[in-house]
């Protein structure tokens, strides 16, 4: 965690609270609990913030009295406001913050009923889109990202599925993961979104990864693609729990569809070997 990140966190608990920012298992990784909501979110910084914004992955937790379906939907909002907070090179946390509280204010019953509060925030009557954040949202959409996906593996009523994409730059590999979570509901809804990328303009190199709650598996997704040689590639894994515990078992998996992704997508051969990469 950087200093920035550091600050925002002492700063916004001392304002709201205790463990309103609190640490994943993940360095790069924060959850979120908004004042008013039963949802926390949970959210992933690239090793460039505040130069590129965090991404608001999923909800973390929802309370016993949250309706069916309304943190997901609350996730969308924030996401949405995320778009119009962000100014790259500043921090960004509190101006979320107090865009949610602000927004959950103007309509009491947004908490109980995150559907209805979408409406009235991006809709006219006529239904015509009016907000900035709505745009950038629409504009995620329309990325459209060439995915190549592996063969799923189902083990213990866990299922692993694994994702790749050509990309060459950061901001991209976050856009990419904003785009999956906002248009597959199943991916979206999954118990974990591992994610890694590598990518090389000139003599910069930018590599990271993320966890998503899976303890240790961003990490060794990154050294499988760096075994592999792969370069200006994005994978994500996605694991829906079954509810049996798989152990170690669970990196094997996720190693074997990540690489089924690379290889069917032509980065990689079966061998590690770099092949031409898929444009």
Known sequence: MNNVLEDEVTSINAIYGADTLSRTDNDHGLILKVPSTQVSLRLTFPSTYPDDSPIIVRPQSAGVETRKGEAHEFVEIARSLMGETFIPGEPCVYGLLEELINYLEEDEDAAVNASSAIKNDFET?????????????????????AWIMSTPITEKKSTFIARAAHVTRPDLAAKFLQHLLLTDKKASKATHNVTAWRMRGGEAIYQDCDDDGETAAGGRLLHLMQIMDVWDVMVVVTRWYGGVQLGPDRF??????????????????????KQKGHK
């Open 125 to 145: 009557q006529d239904g015509t889109s009016h907000s900035t954040a709505n745009a950038r949202l629409e504009a995620i959409r329309a990325l459209n990202p």
């Open 252 to 273: 094997r998996i996720i190693n074997q569809v990540a690489r089924d992704a690379l290889v069917q997508g032509g980065w990689a051969k079966e061998d590690g070997e």
